[in-house]
């Protein structure tokens, strides 16, 4: 066995302490890294570089229920136990597995360094599933989440378009009901929608307010996709992640069932947003391992590489470069071992009010770590790290990335400035409520 590269794995398996993690825990990572290393990471690059991961995949995933702890925990014990569920790896009860669970299978799946691949796999089941779990009526539930939960059928999430991303707000795609009432007629486009073109369902943002309406006119619907009438869908070919099927969906007239329906009409940005606190979360431990590999790599490599008569590890300018990109790394990692922690201590509804807004900016400064250390990677690296090819080749890929972690589900700057805001109505409500209890 090989003494561990300096910021190749989090402290915890670098024979560290923590106060963190239990025998569950530490169980849970052991037996599910050699898997996703055998079928997914050893061909990773091939397959980034193919720009698809091959079908079986997805079902070698589903059939090993690899894909149950992308959901959001607590998992739906009831909902995964009548469809056979019971255990997860490393003999975890599927009513046992919290957030931190949650933590080390976003870690571990992104170990390639590479976001394309793992989300090829995960982001329906991560995103586009829970919504129909909270919100979807019965019949709904019954008739959909067997075959999502087995991996029978796949699901996304649609929610950004052509001209309102981070504004989601700004939605107009439209769900009119038909005459008769038994349908909603939805038009529109989304755009960038991750495993939209695997996809038997989405769970979709739509305007079924007027125009104008804002967020309070927006709804959530499941809407059929693949080979659905109405619905045309082409890939993206984007700078980077581009195993993980990007796609472009057209909708004309599509006749969705009234009793696809997510909760209640106009409380779609609600549902949303609930949603985005997941994503965000597990989108920043992926950029957070994302950012551990081009930094590790860079580390190993200047061990190695020779220059002016003497290794390159030998360079002041190399050491701090490393210890720069090396302090930031550790402290978005404490960050987001901290997120998972608490959200393993709190009510969904505490964790969505005291928290919501500080996971996005724990997203957004992932994505500010990951450049550090992507940059770092690529000027130590030098020519190579620029080459699509040979040692540096994963170098240039997760430069490549960087984009890609800082502008979905929702741009820098966009978190940056909601975090500020959560944070500030937050404090309003709560010092207006201390201020009325003094007053008892």
């Known amino acids: 066995m090989a003494v561990p590269i300096p910021f190749s794995e989090p402290s915890y398996l670098m024979g560290l302490p923590s106060a963190y993690y239990t025998s569950s825990h530490r169980s849970f990572q052991a037996a599910?890294?050699?898997?996703?290393?055998?079928?997914?990471?050893?061909?990773?690059?091939?397959?980034?570089?193919?720009?698809?991961?091959?079908?079986?995949?997805?079902?070698?995933?589903?059939?090993?229920?690899?894909?149950?702890?992308?959901?959001?925990?607590?998992?739906?014990?009831?909902?995964?136990?009548?469809?056979?569920?019971?255990?997860?790896?490393g003999g975890v009860r599927v009513e046992d597995f919290d957030y931190l669970h949650a933590l080390i299978?976003?870690?571990?799946?992104?170990?390639?360094?590479?976001?394309?691949?793992?989300?090829?796999?995960?982001?329906?089941?991560?995103?586009?599933?829970?919504?129909?779990?909270?919100?979807?009526?019965r019949e709904l539930q019954e008739r959909v989440l067997p075959d999502l939960l087995t991996g029978?059928?796949?699901?996304c999430i649609a929610v950004t378009e052509p001209?309102?991303?981070?504004?989601?707000?700004?939605?107009?795609?439209?769900?009119?009901?038909?005459?008769?009432?038994?349908?909603?007629v939805v038009n529109g486009t989304k755009k960038w929608i991750t495993n939209g073109i695997w996809a038997d369902y989405s769970s979709m943002a739509v305007r079924t307010g007027p125009p104008g309406s804002g967020a309070a006119g927006l709804s959530m619907l499941?809407?059929?996709?693949?080979?659905?009438?109405?619905?045309?869908?082409?890939?993206?070919?984007?700078?980077?992640?581009?195993?993980?099927?990007?796609?472009?969906?057209e909708l004309d007239d599509v006749k969705v069932p009234v009793e696809n329906l997510l909760g209640v009409e106009g409380h779609g940005m609600r549902y949303i947003m609930t949603n985005f606190n997941h994503e965000r979360l597990s989108v920043a431990i992926s950029i957070t391992r994302q950012a551990r590999v081009a930094l590790s790599a860079a580390f190993e490599y200047v061990l190695k590489r020779e220059a002016f008569g003497k290794p390159l590890m030998d360079q002041p300018v190399v050491r701090h470069r490393l210890a720069k990109a090396g302090?930031?790394?550790?402290?978005?990692?404490?960050?987001?071992?901290?997120?998972?922690?608490?959200?393993?201590?709190?009510?969904?509804?505490?964790?969505?009010?005291?928290?919501?807004?500080?996971?996005?900016?724990?997203?957004?400064q992932a994505g500010m770590v990951l450049r550090e250390c992507a940059d770092t990677a690529m000027i130590l690296f030098g020519g190579t790290g620029y080459t699509r090819s040979g040692r540096g080749e994963l170098v240039e890929i997760i430069y490549r990335e960087v984009p890609g972690a800082r502008i979905p589900?929702?741009?820098?700057?966009?978190?940056?400035?909601?975090?500020?805001?959560?944070?500030?109505?937050?404090?309003?409500?709560?010092?207006?409520a201390l201020e009325a209890k003094a007053k008892i």
């Open 222 to 249: 499941v809407v059929p996709l693949k080979n659905y009438p109405g619905v045309t869908m082409r890939r993206l070919k984007v700078g980077g992640q581009v195993s993980a099927g990007t796609t472009f969906i």
């Open 105 to 137: 299978y976003a870690d571990e799946i992104a170990r390639s360094g590479l976001v394309g691949p793992s989300g090829s796999l995960t982001t329906g089941m991560a995103f586009g599933v829970p919504p129909i779990i909270k919100f979807g009526n």
């Open 152 to 155: 029978r059928k796949r699901s």
């Open 32 to 89: 599910i890294r050699p898997f996703i290393q055998k079928h997914l990471l050893d061909r990773a690059i091939e397959w980034e570089k193919a720009e698809t991961v091959p079908e079986h995949v997805f079902s070698d995933f589903a059939s090993a229920n690899m894909l149950v702890p992308a959901l959001p925990a607590p998992l739906p014990v009831s909902w995964l136990k009548r469809v056979g569920i019971h255990e997860l790896a």
């Open 163 to 184: 001209d309102a991303g981070s504004d989601v707000a700004g939605i107009t795609t439209t769900a009119v009901k038909s005459d008769c009432g038994k349908f909603y």
């Open 409 to 432: 589900g929702g741009s820098e700057d966009v978190l940056l400035d909601l975090a500020v805001r959560q944070l500030v109505k937050l404090y309003q409500a709560k010092t207006k």
């Open 327 to 364: 302090g930031l790394l550790e402290t978005q990692w404490a960050w987001v071992e901290q997120f998972a922690y608490q959200m393993t201590q709190m009510a969904k509804d505490d964790a969505d009010r005291e928290l919501g807004g500080m996971t996005g900016l724990l997203k957004a």
